[in-house]
């Protein structure tokens, strides 16, 4: 989809201010010690710093990893989202931008400059109101014709339903989602300000402010993670307890899991990232310490008048580079603490955590860029989307899933997974459009939040580690911030690969392969862990083992060079295993939920399953 670089609107006083361009740490430095203004950014501008870093990147990079980078489609995706920008939401310089994590940047030699942990102002490439504005008008006729074919089939459903049981909408849905409404809307009211409790448990805990009580241990010790993981834990366990004594529905258990999982990773990320700032804080602070003792020193032996003369000349060199060392070291630290106008700790605020709890991001940063103001009228357009978008998804569940279940006992599991295909499909792709596109954009207006790459090109995914990637952002970035990032880093290598020392290998297992495992480790607990609370049922971890067996296949893929070409057939493969395997496992985790209770099935086989009552009510008993 081509998207012209020039826009039909001028800017509006409700448009996104431009941020200031990335810089390293010594040249913020000599920036604001000159007093010098920051440059005008661009998006030539941007386009070439990307070029010259993967120029210097090709000169330093062993050929295997200037392949794999010209080889990776990423770069050209990411390109082409970066020519999306709405061009005046780069209209004018204002502060608010975020200084990439020198860790990542230095752990992701892979796939760089293409993935960035850090936030720019972008919009989400499906998001029509923005394209309406940019003046693209391409698609404009094939969305209208997409929603007139949608609800026309949404109105002979109704019909049809009309005759058979001389009512248009079914009842019975809207009756178990709203029953005991306020009992969740107050649970999950609690649930959000009680992760407020992570400000004083972090400011107290790691932050030495000069108090008593403040700072008792230090945020570099595996002391302070074995606290961290404890008080997450904890505060994760007692919702998940909680939610289980409520006996609530499957729907609205379904929404409380989800968003527990959603609020502990916000916890995480808010907790781990100011631990990480504490530590630079305080590495600091000991320089800051250590320089003022050697100018104290430095002092008496000048005042010294009698001092030996026979120093050499390459001694006094050394502590002159020692020292500069230090001061540089000191300088890199500050800009880290302060990438921009926000300064560690004064950031341990309960303002700026409500910003972040509200911001539709999982990963914390000091500042956000942001948007000039909040479009009203765009909003109202979300909110309007969202409540449309719901009442198709109500439909399509109410009228095309739910009889196909009540008669799984009669058809069988198989010919039941055969008729939730397009429904299932369906749902999925309604579920995307009301989390990323209509609510995550409605929350980034109101918090004026610039970033709004929500997703990528997902459905030109050829495996499920690029779709992983590409359809939920928010979640690939605090997995790769996080846990990717991480393993890489602290994967201590046993060998030393003799094409280039970039690469480390610890038991024959290159460092990049236990990273990609570990994610896929850790990210299929979480969705068996949520599965697991929002069924109310555990069925022997199918999700799980069925999202690690994923790792063979990737690995398979990227080796047999025949298939790696074969694009379209990627494609084709992943979009068929897709649509047939996620209603094959919500059969599966149904069916066993209801069997669990009742008792009822007397086989196992795929083809017919026998119960005697409602499934979706013994669900909820």
């Known amino acids: 989809m081509f998207v012209p670089q020039t826009a039909t609107r001028p800017p509006s006083s409700h448009d996104s201010p431009r941020l200031q361009p990335q810089r390293t740490p010594s040249e913020l430095e000599v920036s604001q010690a000159a007093g010098h203004p920051p440059p005008v950014f661009t998006p030539s501008l941007h386009r070439s710093l990307r070029k010259s870093r ?123 989602i709203f029953s005991r409404a306020l009992d969740l809307v107050l649970s999950d009211i609690a649930l959000v300000l009680s992760t407020a409790f992570v400000v004083p448990f972090v400011s107290l805990l790691w932050v030495d402010n000069g108090s008593l009580w403040s700072g008792w241990l230090d945020p570099r010790s595996r002391r302070s993670m074995v606290v961290q993981a404890s008080a997450e834990v904890t505060w994760l366990v007692a919702w998940y307890i909680w939610q289980g004594s409520r006996g609530w529905p499957w729907s609205q258990r379904c929404f409380f899991a989800l968003h527990t999982m959603v609020n502990w990773m916000k916890i995480h990320s808010y907790m781990s990232t ?53 001061e540089a070291r000191i300088a890199a630290l500050d800009a880290e603490l302060c990438p921009y106008t926000v300064r560690f700790p004064q950031n341990m605020t309960l303002m700026n955590y409500c910003m972040f709890q509200l911001s539709p991001t999982l990963v914390y940063e000091l500042e956000y860029p942001r948007t000039a103001g909040i479009r009203w009228g765009y909003v109202a ?36 997974t055969v008729h939730l295909m397009g429904p299932m499909a369906t749902c999925w792709l309604l579920f995307f459009f009301i989390t990323f596109d209509s609510i995550s954009n409605g929350f980034a ?62 038991n024959g297992i290159p460092a990049s392969v236990a990273a990609m495992a570990a994610t896929f480790f850790f990210s299929s607990i979480l969705h068996e862990l949520t599965v697991v609370v929002a069924c109310n049922r555990w069925n022997h971890g199918m999700f799980f083992f069925s999202q690690m067996l994923q790792i063979p ?26 649509v047939g395997f996620q209603p094959f496992l919500l059969c599966m985790y149904t069916y066993k939920a209801f069997d669990d209770r009742y008792n009822a099935a007397t086989s196992t086989s795929l083809i017919a399953v026998p119960a005697t009552q409602n499934i979706l009510q013994n669900l909820d008993q």
């Open 445 to 506: 207006e109101l918090t004026r939040f610039a970033d709004r790459r929500f997703y990528d090109d997902w459905w030109n995914a050829r495996g499920l580690d690029e779709f992983s990637r590409k359809w939920n952002r928010p979640v690939h970035m605090f997995l790769a911030r996080h846990i990717y990032v991480p393993v890489r880093e602290n994967w201590q290598p046993a060998i030393v690969s003799s094409e280039s020392k970039f690469i480390k290998i610890r």
């Open 553 to 578: 296949l990737i690995m398979f893929s990227e080796r047999v060079k025949w298939f790696k070409k074969q694009q379209a057939l990627r494609n084709w493969a992943f979009w068929l295993a897709m």
């Open 274 to 326: 100011n631990r990480r700032l504490a530590g630079i804080f305080r590495t600091k602070n000991e320089l800051l310490a250590k320089k003022s003792d050697d100018n104290d020193d430095n002092d008496d032996e000048n005042k010294n008048k009698n001092m030996s003369s026979d120093a050499s000349s390459s001694d006094r060199v050394d502590e002159d580079l020692g020292f500069d060392k230090t």
């Open 381 to 416: 357009e979300k909110l309007a989307g969202t409540a449309g978008i719901f009442v198709v998804f109500y439909i399509v569940v109410a009228h095309l899933m739910i009889p196909h279940l009540e008669r799984m006992s009669e058809t069988g599991v198989l010919i039941t």
């Open 54 to 176: 993967r120029r210097q990147r090709s000169m330093t990079e062993p050929k295997e990893y200037r392949r794999r980078l010209s080889n990776d489609s990423d770069s050209e995706n990411e390109n082409e989202n970066d020519k999306n920008a709405a061009p005046w939401l780069l209209a004018t310089t204002a502060p608010g931008s975020s200084v990439p994590d020198p860790v990542l940047i230095k752990s992701d030699t892979r796939d760089s400059p293409a993935f960035q942990i850090f936030f720019q102002p972008r919009t989400s490439i499906l998001d029509y109101t923005e394209l309406m504005y940019q003046g693209s008008d391409r698609i404009r006729g094939l969305v209208t014709c997409f929603w007139t074919i949608v609800g026309a089939y949404l109105v002979s459903l109704l019909f049809s339903h009309y005759e058979k049981s001389g009512e248009f909408m079914s009842r019975s849905l809207a009756g178990l």
